[in-house]
């Protein structure tokens, strides 16, 4: 009991812990009744294992009351309970766009734009030239029609608000018919089924799985159906027995009975994937110059900007969808105007949209580089781990974010291989996962496998501090 006594006297109390060097550093960063608390904490912790130790029938233990250890520990929680949740972190795993990772990093154009933008006032909704009211959406059409060769666009929140709102407008209480084969589900639980009757339309299937005819589309047609919906299977392939229409073929059909095309690409693309030997993917010009009504797509994946849905088209029917109430409601933000702006601005040149967009960096990364990166990071792994662990293999790397599923894109990749008396090569997983920065990577079988790929450069020497310091623990 006297021990118990004299551990308790022992105790530090939390003014004292405040005043400990260490802590004058951290109370210019974290306000002081933050600090506070999290002192006042470790000491009632300490108070607690202090009670269990002594209480009758327990261990004894040697518990260590120093000052600096426990400011040391009080300043760790302060810090941790004042970290942002959202941070940075190094994608190693080689999947380019990974929505679970923020889906793509901005250009830096871009992202120099929209920070531009958030510290002024700017002309969001004035017209510069009239000096009356202006749109929002005037800032992007221009530069969205010059592209697509549309007529009109409009942008919204993300590509699922953009076939919502088009659906809602073109088509509430009436019906959509869309092939079997295109039903698709894009990710988080998304199905077009299910967002093409939140709509308000009618979903009318046709065709099979596999195979959807022209004639499938054309017996439906009633004086009810409002519009085609063809959908981009942008996160699937389909191999053999297949049959799909032509947005020309569609578009045709719908112009002859008098309905509308909606086509879906899901993402935006302008540039032409066979010359970089990937596999073809329709481009926004394409669909449009077939002859859809309104093509949609998403802001933040192959097109490499921020969040965001695009609708490209006729101009009547833009005009329509920018006087739909919803439009309100789902419209974008001036960050993303100014985000957006910047990177479709970069399309004006192919070179500079290949140099400066990073998934088109990314994407279009030679084998024979990616060598030289996996061999640079593996020699200076090799500091860190015992000698023959750290290799350099052939792999292949994904593009991720439903799109391109059958792109093989090789590389090679950094491996670090465990054996038995190396450890549980999961628990470095989740430690790197909870490391400074977090590292995000793949696991196969025995091996980390580290994707030069999706690792910035500038990221390099972070991702050697952060698996030494893992190692170390
Ligand atoms: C990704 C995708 C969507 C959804 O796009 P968001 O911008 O994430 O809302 C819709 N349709 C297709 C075909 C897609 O690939």
Same mark, same amino acid.
């Given at each position: 009991m006297s021990d118990y006594q004299s551990l308790l006297r022992e105790l530090p109390a939390v003014d004292r812990l405040l005043r400990e060097p260490l802590m004058e550093d951290l109370l210019q960063r974290i306000p002081r009744k933050i600090v506070l608390q999290a002192a006042q904490k470790i000491v009632s912790l300490y108070r607690q294992k202090i009670t269990i130790s002594s209480s009758p029938g327990a261990l004894p233990e040697q518990i260590n009351l120093s000052p600096i250890l426990l400011a040391e520990e009080a300043a760790a929680l302060a810090e941790k309970i004042t970290a942002p949740n959202l941070k940075t972190l190094i994608?190693?795993?080689?999947? &380019? &766009?990974?929505t679970n990772l923020g889906r793509v990093p901005l250009a830096r154009t871009a992202v120099e734009a929209l920070s531009e933008i958030a510290r002024n006032y700017n002309n969001l909704e004035l017209s510069l030239d009239s000096g009356k009211r202006g749109s929002r959406q005037d800032h992007l059409e221009a530069r969205l029609c010059e592209l697509s060769g549309a007529e009109a666009a409009v942008v919204v929140n993300n590509d699922a608000a953009a076939i919502f709102l088009a659906l809602n407008t073109a088509a509430s209480g009436r019906e959509v018919v869309v092939s079997r084969g295109q039903l698709v589900e894009i990710g988080g639980s998304f199905r077009i089924p299910e967002i093409l009757i939140a709509s308000g339309a009618r979903l009318v299937e046709v065709g099979t799985t596999n195979k959807t005819y022209l004639r499938d589309y054309e017996a439906v047609v009633n004086e009810n159906t409002a519009a085609f919906l063809k959908v981009h299977t942008s996160n699937y392939h389909m191999i053999g027995f297949t049959a799909e229409v032509s947005t020309a073929d569609l578009a045709a059909l719908a112009r002859k009975r008098n309905l509308l095309l909606i086509e879906d690409l899901g993402s935006g693309v302008f540039l032409d994937l066979g010359k970089y030997h990937l596999p073809a993917e329709p481009r926004v010009q394409d669909s449009i110059t077939a002859g859809a009504d309104l093509v949609t797509f998403s802001g933040d994946k192959m097109l490499g900007g921020p969040q965001a849905g695009i609708i490209v088209g006729r101009k009547d029917l833009i005009a329509y969808i920018r006087s739909n109430q919803l439009a309100r409601i789902l419209r974008i933000d001036k960050f993303t105007i100014a985000a957006l702006e910047a990177t479709l601005h970069l399309y004006l040149d192919e070179d500079t949209a290949l140099q400066e967009i990073p998934v088109w960096r990314m994407l279009t990364a030679s084998s024979e580089s990616l060598c030289i990166r996996a061999n640079g990071l593996a020699a200076r792994f090799a500091e860190i781990?015992?000698?023959?662990?750290v290799t350099v293999i052939e792999g292949l790397s994904r593009v991720g974010g439903g799109a391109l599923p059958t792109a093989e894109l090789p590389t090679h990749l950094m491996a670090v291989r465990f054996d038995p008396e190396d450890g549980n090569p999961e628990d470095f997983v989740e430690k790197l996962r909870h490391g400074e920065p977090p590292v995000i990577l793949r696991l196969q079988q025995d091996s980390l496998l580290f994707d030069p790929r999706t690792i910035f450069e500038d990221q390099e020497d972070l991702l050697v501090e952060a698996v030494r310091k893992v190692n170390q623990l």
């Open positions: 994608n190693a795993t080689g999947v &380019i &766009i990974h781990f015992r000698p023959g662990r």
